[in-house]
C-alpha cells in the first residue's frame, strides 16, 4: 500500500480494447513522485523514439499527485502528458477542477491512454467497473452539451473531461475541458484525444486513500486552510482572481497588444478586473478543496450566453493582443474556443498573426474567406475561431499553430509569429523584461507562462538587467513551482496569498509517510527538467540553443506606443542571458544536460 496514493496506473489499450491495472511502481513514487513527474517518467520510457504525435504510438498520460483528493488547499489539480503535435516535444497541461479526486478515489494514479480506437469511445470508470462506451452521438458535439449531456445520464457525480470538435478536426492546439470551464489546454493535449477517437472521459469513485498519519494530516490540512483564510491577500483575489493583473500588465508594458506590437492597450481599461466583475461576473467558482476561489463566472447579456472566466491569459490573448476592448465580446469569444475546444492562448496568437499578415497585406480578402481581418474586428474574430476548428479555409492554415503557419506563408511573417519551441506564447509582452523572456526561452513545453512567472522579479530588479540573480531566479522558479503539478494541488495559494510553502511540509510528509524538505522537492523538479531536456533531443535532431530562442520581435522591434515604447532586449543580451542559464544549470554551451548533470540527478539510464 502506498500511502497518499490511489495505487494503480491504469492502462487502455483503444486499438484492442484491453484495459488493465497495474500497482503504482514504489520507486516511481519516490523518484518522480506523481502529476507531472510521472507523466515525464512514461512519455520518455514508453512512447517510441521518433513516435508522431498523432500516430497509435503516442499515449495521452493523465496523472494526479499525492496531495490531489485529499483536504489540501487546492489540491484538485492533475496533469495530462504526451507527445505534442504542436511541437513535436513535450506536453504538459495542467488540469483544475474536480477531475483528478475522482481519479484518486477510483483507486487510480494514472490513466494511460494507448493505441487508437477504430470509432469514437468514451471511457467509463466507476471504481472497478471500467468500459470503452460508444461516442458515435457526441461526435462533433460542442464540450458544454456532451459534458451536460454525460451528467444527466450518468449522475450528477461523474466528473467529465471532454473535448470538442477541435480536438476531433486536429487542431494543433485543441484543449480537454472539464467542470464547463476547465480546461488542460497547452500543446495539443485535446489533439492526441481526438487523435485517438475519445470523445470524453467520465470517472467516479468511493474509495479512501490510504494516509500515514492521519492526525498529522488533519492537523496540517487545517493549519494550510487557515493560513489561506487569514492572508491578505485573499479577499481581491476571490474578487478578481488572475484579472487582477489586467492593470497592472496593462500599466508596465506587459499587456499583449495587438500581436505583442506592444504592452500596453488603450482599450485596456475596459478589461480590468473592477470592470469585468461591475459588468459581467455572476458568481465565484473553484477547485477541489479551494479556498480561494479565482474562477469567475460571467454573464454576456449582449449574446445571451454564459462562460467561466475569462480569466487574465484569455483577456490578454482573445482582448488587447486582437485589439478588442469589449469584455463581452472577450468573454464570448473565450466561450467560443472552451466549447469548440481549442485553447484560448494559442487561438489569440494565431488570430493576432493572421490579422497582422492581413495589416501588412500578405493576406488579403482572397486568403481571409472574405473577413475584413483588422484588429479590433469582433465577428471576424468569431467567425475566424470557428474556421480554425472546423479547419476550414484560412482556419486549416492556422490550426497548424503559428509556427508552421508563418513558414508556409513565409514573407518575413515568421519575425512576426510569436512562440518558442512552436508553442504560441502565452499573454506577457517580453520587449524589455529579460527574466521573463529568459523564463519562455527556456520553458520545458514552449512559450509558457506557469512555469516561471518572473516579470514582477524584472520591475524589482531593473527590468532590462542581464545579471546571473535573474537567471538563478528563473531556475528557481523552474525547479519549484511545477512540483505543485507534480504534488496534485494548486501553486496559486502560495503565489497569491503567499502562504508559506513550509506548510505543505508536515502534509506531505503526513500523507506519504516520507519526511521531505522543500530542497529534496525541488531537486525532483530539476530531475523532471533534465529529464524533459533529453526528451526533447530525443526526439528532435540538431535541438539546442537554436530552439531557445525568442520571437525576433522581442529584440528586433521596440513598440511605438505604450510604456515600453523605444524600449527592446538587445540581440547580444539574449544570446547572453541563455550562456547564464546553460552555465548555472549545468548544461553544455549548446543547452544539453552535461555527463556530470545526468548523473548527478540519478539520469544515466535516461540518456543512455
Ligand atoms: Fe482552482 Fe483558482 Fe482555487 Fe487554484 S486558486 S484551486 S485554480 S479555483
Known amino acids: 500500500m502506498l500511502n497518499g496514493y490511489g495505487g494503480n496506473i491504469l492502462r487502455v489499450n483503444l486499438s484492442t480494447g484491453k484495459i488493465i491495472k497495474q500497482p503504482t511502481p514504489p520507486e516511481l513514487a519516490r523518484d518522480f513522485i506523481g502529476g507531472r513527474g510521472f507523466g515525464a517518467y512514461f512519455l520518455f520510457m514508453e512512447v517510441p523514439r521518433h513516435t508522431d504525435p498523432l500516430s497509435p504510438e503516442n499515449k495521452l498520460i493523465i496523472s494526479s499527485g499525492p496531495l490531489s483528493g485529499l483536504m489540501i488547499p487546492g489540491a484538485g489539480k492533475c496533469d495530462f502528458t504526451t507527445k505534442s503535435p504542436l511541437t513535436n516535444g513535450y506536453a504538459s497541461s495542467s488540469l483544475g477542477g474536480h477531475f483528478t479526486a475522482e481519479i484518486k478515489y477510483a483507486g487510480l494514479d494514472s490513466i494511460i491512454l494507448e493505441g487508437t480506437s477504430p470509432k469514437p469511445v468514451y471511457l467509463f470508470i466507476d471504481n472497478e467497473k471500467i468500459e470503452l462506451r460508444d461516442a458515435s452521438h457526441l461526435w462533433g458535439k460542442g464540450t458544454i452539451a456532451v459534458e451536460k449531456e454525460l451528467k444527466e445520464k450518468l449522475g450528477e457525480e461523474f466528473q467529465i473531461a471532454v473535448i470538442g470538435p477541435g480536438g476531433e478536426n486536429g487542431v494543433s492546439f485543441a484543449s480537454i475541458n472539464h467542470d464547463f470551464g476547465r480546461q488542460a489546454g497547452r500543446g495539443g493535449v485535446g489533439t492526441v484525444m481526438g487523435v485517438k477517437k475519445v470523445k470524453a472521459i467520465a470517472i467516479h469513485g468511493t474509495k479512501s486513500i490510504p494516509v500515514a498519519d492521519p492526525e498529522g494530516y488533519r492537523k496540517a490540512g487545517m493549519t494550510l486552510f487557515k493560513a489561506c483564510k487569514d492572508a491578505e491577500g485573499l479577499k481581491p483575489w476571490q474578487s478578481y482572481g ?9 500599466e508596465v508594458g506587459a499587456l ?66 486582437l485589439g478588442l476592448s469589449d469584455i463581452q465580446d472577450v468573454a464570448q469569444a473565450n466561450l467560443l474556443c472552451d466549447d469548440l475546444g481549442i485553447d484560448t492562448i494559442s487561438a489569440g496568437s494565431v488570430i493576432g498573426w493572421a490579422m497582422e499578415c492581413y495589416e501588412k497585406g500578405i493576406f488579403t480578402k482572397k486568403d481571409t474567406d472574405g473577413l475584413e481581418l483588422k484588429f479590433g474586428n469582433t465577428q471576424a474574430v468569431f467567425a475566424l475561431t470557428e474556421k480554425i476548428a472546423k479547419r476550414q479555409g484560412l482556419g486549416a492554415l492556422l490550426a497548424e499553430g503559428v509556427k508552421k503557419a508563418a513558414k508556409k506563408v513565409g514573407q518575413g511573417s515568421d519575425k512576426f509569429a510569436i512562440q518558442v519551441k512552436g508553442m504560441e506564447q502565452s499573454a506577457y509582452a517580453t520587449h524589455n523584461a529579460t527574466a521573463m523572456l529568459l523564463a519562455y526561452m527556456t520553458c520545458d513545453v514552449g512559450a509558457h507562462h506557469n512555469r516561471a512567472w518572473a516579470i514582477t522579479y524584472d520591475l524589482q530588479v531593473g527590468r532590462d538587467k542581464v545579471v546571473p540573480e535573474k537567471v538563478a531566479r528563473v531556475i528557481w522558479l523552474q525547479n519549484f513551482r511545477p512540483m505543485f503539478d507534480v504534488l496534485g494541488a494548486c501553486r496559486l495559494q502560495w503565489v497569491e496569498l503567499s502562504i508559506d510553502r513550509d506548510l505543505y511540509v508536515p502534509a506531505l510528509a503526513a500523507i506519504t509517510g516520507i519526511h521531505r524538505t522543500w530542497q529534496d522537492l525541488e531537486t525532483v523538479g530539476e530531475r523532471i527538467w533534465n529529464l524533459t531536456r533529453l526528451y526533447w533531443s530525443r526526439e528532435n535532431e540538431g535541438f539546442g540553443r537554436t530552439w531557445d530562442q525568442p520571437s525576433p520581435r522581442f529584440y528586433e522591434e521596440p513598440p511605438k506606443t505604450g510604456v515600453t515604447a523605444g524600449q527592446i532586449t538587445r540581440y547580444e543580451d539574449v544570446q547572453r542571458l541563455l550562456d547564464m542559464y546553460y552555465e548555472q544549470r549545468g548544461w553544455t554551451s549548446n543547452g544539453m544536460p552535461t555527463p556530470e548533470t545526468v548523473n548527478r540527478l540519478g539520469l544515466a539510464t535516461f540518456a543512455a
Open 242 to 250: 488572475t484579472t487582477i493583473v489586467v492593470s497592472w500588465c496593462d
Open 256 to 321: 499583449p497588444t495587438r500581436n505583442f506590437s506592444a504592452g500596453s492597450f488603450e482599450g485596456g481599461k475596459n478589461l480590468y478586473g473592477p470592470v469585468m466583475r461591475e459588468q459581467i461576473v455572476i458568481t465565484d467558482k473553484g477547485c477541489f478543496g479551494c479556498p480561494s476561489p479565482c474562477g469567475k463566472y460571467s454573464r454576456m447579456k449582449r449574446y445571451n450566453s454564459n462562460v467561466e472566466g475569462p480569466e487574465y491569459e484569455t483577456i490578454g490573448m482573445l482582448g488587447s493582443n
